[in-house]
């Protein structure tokens, strides 16, 4: 405790200090204080989301905040900009800039506490279904796979029930970012999040039109054939996913729960990885006062590296934890000295490099040789992911119009907003009584971070694509770990991460992978 007071008054007293000091020094001194709190933070929130309490959260975020919304750092670091002199401290300044901002502290503090107070509701929710607290992952479960339609309909709508709970909070959070971005000149909280990420939203708002145009007709076509098979009049929300209930429910056998990490495990030695040897902890059973999503907390790169996660019997749950334990291993193998480029990684990449190892326990290979799923069960399960991909792009669309419109029309009912979009997107029947888009927790904790799952798709099919043109497979081939560390995984936030991927692939970001995967 005496350690951690002393370290806190040198972390407050230089601020000032450095203020006039040579732009790279300033540069070293902002790295070790934000290397010190992204721990101090990363064991709290570990703490927070698995115990359900964290005692100094609070404290080490406000320090966070006051550090990083301080208006003289950031205009020191615009003004001395001219000064550097070589590549590497220009790519860490473009990494410091991004983090800082010439906020108002007091609304960051706000904007925090919202954050926190929210994600303590969702830590300790548990949903009521037939009478009964059920987890989240259970629901899910129940709403895709049960043959009870009633009882499919009661687990959704217990599924999304948290949302009446967090509507209002959520509400309140993007007006109070929508200040924020104000204070730093920007009209809204999506275009400065953006400018921050490097993202053009024309650019992408044609992305996401020109996907919703290549995925209409075969979108209807699938509705038609479900509506077909269930002979309903009118399909519901909690009928879509049921369609394919038989072939997840004879999938899921294969995996129950304490065969699933190591089934991961044997998969990665595979191509060469074993995590075994890596300084990765897991917690990975479900109960009262744990969060119920999955999340890896990078405590100390390469060094402490934590997953967690709630299992459940099945696949879904399988690639939860690979997805999970891919970002823990890119952590674990980035080789750079400078602690910034190990710590702050893009979303985009962070996310892609995650996907790029999920992805493996999707292909018909993995399935058969690690999880020994029978040839016939694995090859109508892929057959079967190719429609189930098509619905899960446009419930993807539907809720990244979401995020966009609810911050650049910050008036408008977002509830009526959602239904909406779900009419035009999933073109099944709206349920105004529920607030589906409040559950959505990524809204509170990872506001504008949504885009980068469908940017590291695209980055996951395209290394896909390349890495099956060159070396046959990506799974159980030794090339790919090679092919990873090499050109991704070592570099962490050295380089951008289009550079990272035009180094790979010898292509720069190119839609067209992802849109052939998915058979548009
Ligand atoms: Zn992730």
Do not use: F, R, W
């Given at each position: 405790m005496k350690f951690v007071k002393i370290f806190i008054i040198l972390l407050l007293i230089p601020i000032q200090s450095v203020i006039s000091a040579d732009i790279e020094v300033f540069m070293d001194t902002l790295e070790q204080k934000l290397e010190w709190l992204n721990y101090r933070l990363n064991l709290e929130q570990w703490d927070h989301y698995t115990?359900?309490?964290?005692?100094s959260l609070d404290f080490y975020q406000e320090l966070y905040n006051d550090l990083t919304s301080n208006p003289e750092i950031y205009l020191q670091l615009q003004r001395d900009k001219k000064d550097i002199s070589n590549e590497q401290d220009l790519r860490r300044w473009d990494i410091l800039n991004s983090l800082f901002?010439?906020?108002?502290v007091g609304i960051s503090h706000k904007i925090s506490k919202l954050v926190d107070s929210l994600s303590s509701i969702e830590v300790n929710y548990r949903a009521i279904y037939n009478g009964e607290k059920k987890q989240a992952n259970e629901l899910y479960k129940i709403y895709r796979t049960s043959r009870n339609r009633g009882d499919r309909e009661n687990a959704y709508r217990a599924y999304v029930s948290v949302g009446n709970k967090l509507a209002e909070g959520l509400s309140q959070l993007i007006r109070l970012r929508n200040q924020q971005a104000k204070k730093n000149g920007y009209s809204n909280y999506f275009s400065y999040s953006f400018k921050q990420q490097n993202l053009d939203i024309d650019e992408y708002e044609k992305l996401l039109e020109r996907l919703d145009q290549l995925s209409q007709s075969p979108y209807q076509a699938i509705l038609a054939s479900v509506r077909n098979k269930l002979s309903y009049n009118e399909l519901q929300i909690w009928d879509l996913g049921y369609f394919y209930a038989d072939i997840n429910r004879e999938l899921d056998s294969y995996f129950p729960v304490e065969s699933q990490l190591s089934f991961i495990k044997q998969g990665l030695k595979g191509i060469g990885v074993n995590i075994d040897k890596m300084p990765i902890y897991f917690d990975l059973e479900s109960r009262d006062g744990k969060s119920q999503f999955a999340f890896t907390f990078p405590i100390k790169p390469p060094h402490d590296l934590r997953v967690m996660a709630n299992l459940i019997e099945g696949h879904y749950s399988t690639r939860t934890l690979h997805h999970e334990i891919g970002h823990a291993i890119h952590y674990a193998l980035?080789?750079?000295?400078?602690n910034l480029f190990r710590t702050e990684q893009s979303g985009i990449w962070s996310e892609a490099m995650a996907q790029i190892f999920a992805g493996m326990c999707e292909e018909r290979l993995w399935l058969e040789k690690y999880a020994k799923v029978p040839y016939a069960v694995a090859r109508s399960f892929i057959k079967s992911k190719k429609e189930a991909d098509i619905i899960y792009l446009r419930t993807q669309l539907m809720r990244l119009q979401f995020e966009l419109q609810a911050y650049t029309n910050p008036n408008r009912d977002l509830n009526k907003l959602y239904w909406e979009l779900f009419e035009k997107y999933l073109m099944l029947p709206k349920h105004?009584?529920?607030?589906p888009w409040a559950s959505l927790f990524y809204y509170i904790?990872?506001?504008?971070?949504?885009?980068n799952y469908l940017y590291a798709d695209m980055v996951k099919a395209q290394t896909y694509a390349y890495l099956e043109k060159n070396?046959?497979?990506?799974?159980?081939?030794k090339m790919t770990k090679a092919f990873l560390v090499q050109n991704y995984l070592r570099f962490g936030s050295r380089y951008p991460w289009d550079e990272l991927l035009e180094r790979g692939t010898e292509e720069g970001l190119n839609p067209n992978y992802y849109i052939q995967s998915l058979g548009l």
């Open positions: 115990k359900g309490q964290a005692d901002s010439s906020d108002d980035i080789s750079q000295d400078n105004e009584d529920l607030k904790t990872h506001p504008v971070y949504m885009q070396y046959e497979s990506v799974v159980d081939n």
